[in-house]
């Protein structure tokens, strides 16, 4: 997306500096997707499609409901299928639909090197900011559920934007309106739990007893969240993870890394000059240079007498 | 370019061309990969026209780097085989920093120190190679899992932090030991430097065991 700036920044990639605070009341958005509800149309991929003015490459058959097979720079949200056989034999068809779950705490822009990349606005929305983006794919790396993708043609790394241009002007996403069962809803983190927790109450009384809300704690919690039929085993649904968490070697490699790497090079840095001041440069002097002809004159006088 | 009469020749041209193209590349790739590795030295990114080329040009850097530094490989490796006089040397390493030249073994063409720096540049330079072709997005961005490129990029920045601090020492025993740099820029020494600094060495270039070209001209 652009910077668009309707909202404050709470954290920008690779910056020190203090995210402006002045307007202070924002309520936390979040976005929460009832699998249980979901029938699998697709409307909110062509809704994404069309506000975002995306036109992924047509593919080919790859004999599954998954079209295109994957994300991509211009695929922002695909559904998933998943057929799982339950404890009573039943085939269940688990569908999901897959794109950026804008994490509290983003993994992508803790690894991102370029200042003000990648930015979380106040309302909690994570966000690229695109002609910042210097396509390394540290983001890609830092990411604990595999969403970034980097585009061939100009080298920039894409996601879900939470549709932050229409949350701006109080619209709610594309996905969410398009979408025909109500699977999809929009508005603050508070009312959609309020929301997903009757609804998980409902699921439960009608026997799915594993029925709770996907909103990981190891992440900070997510701006979308799933409510899930089978909460306790959220790898069911195509691959969500049970325990998503940035890993630990983005956390060395962005952490304990960084301040051993500075010490490391100034210590050198700093004892090479405190050498040099102190004990001072090796000089050649006189009598090694007649030392030095002394040698090279006897070698010769033996080998010539 | 004009020699003292008595010069030795400790680099060759093609040594000496060689070495600058690897520390031409060593500190590009410094300056491009510090950008990317801590925000405030992004800035550096401005040399290579932006983060996007500085993304850009960096591997290609190190492919450079990596065909020279070959090459110094090449040329230098028998002569940076480790003695059992290398041992002597390190343990009088508290005689070596205080320029205390007599309580120090006499050394052959190369020390355990410059022998450490090549060894170390030799071990961490294909790491940092290889490490860094699977962190190489544009290219092998698919050819590896994301756990594959995470402990990627983490071998990546500990190789290039330890090259760097390689680096430091090795630039600053150049500085230190006087007229060093003179033998990488105009390849010769004179021969009280080589007294002074590899007498051993000067004792084979006298008794003839090196190439007789080494000894360029003596009355």
Known sequence: ????????????????????????????????????RCIGCKACQSACMEWNNLRPEIGYFEGSYENPADLGPSVWTLMKFAEYENEQGNLEWLIRKDGCMHCEDPGCLKACPAPGAIVQYANGIVDFISDKCIGCGYCVKGCPFD?????????KSYKCTLCSDRVAVGLEPACVKACPTG??????????????????????SRGFDKAG???????????????????????LYSGLPDK??????????KGIIKPLAVIGIAFAALAGFFHAITIGPNEVTDEDEVEGERVLHEAESEKSP | MTRPANAITRYTVVNRVNHWITAICFVLLTLSGLSMFHPILFFLSDLFGGGQWTRAVHPWIGIMLLVSYSG???????????????????KSIGYVVT?????????????AGQKMVFWSMTLLIPVLFFSGLVIWEVYFGAATSIPVQRVAVLIHSMAAIAAIIVWVVHVYAAIWIRNSVRAMTQGYVTPGWAWRHHRKWLRELAAGQHDKRTIRKHP
Request: hydrophobic residues 35%.
């Open chain 1, 244 to 253: 998503p968490r940035i890993s630990p070697v983005v956390g060395a490699w």
């Open chain 2, 72 to 90: 110094l490989i090449i040329q230098f490796w028998r002569e940076n085989l480790v003695h059992k006089d290398d041992i002597a040397w390190m």
């Open chain 2, 99 to 111: 320029n205390d030249e007599e309580h120090v073994p006499e050394v052959g063409r190369n020390n």
């Open chain 1, 213 to 235: 809300l996907y909103d990981p704690p190891e992440v900070g919690g997510t701006h979308v969240m799933y409510v899930l039929h089978h909460a306790d085993k959220p790898s």
């Open chain 1, 1 to 36: 997306m652009s910077d668009l700036q309707s909202q404050d920044y709470v954290r920008r990639s690779a910056s020190t500096m203090t995210p402006p605070a002045a307007r202070s009341h924002e309520d936390q958005v979040a976005k929460l997707i009832d699998v249980s």
């Open chain 1, 183 to 204: 699977a999809i809803m929009f508005g603050s983190k508070t009312d959609m739990k309020d929301w997903a927790g009757e609804r998980i109450e409902e699921l439960k």
């Open chain 1, 147 to 155: 969403i970034p993708r980097i585009s061939k043609q100009d080298h």
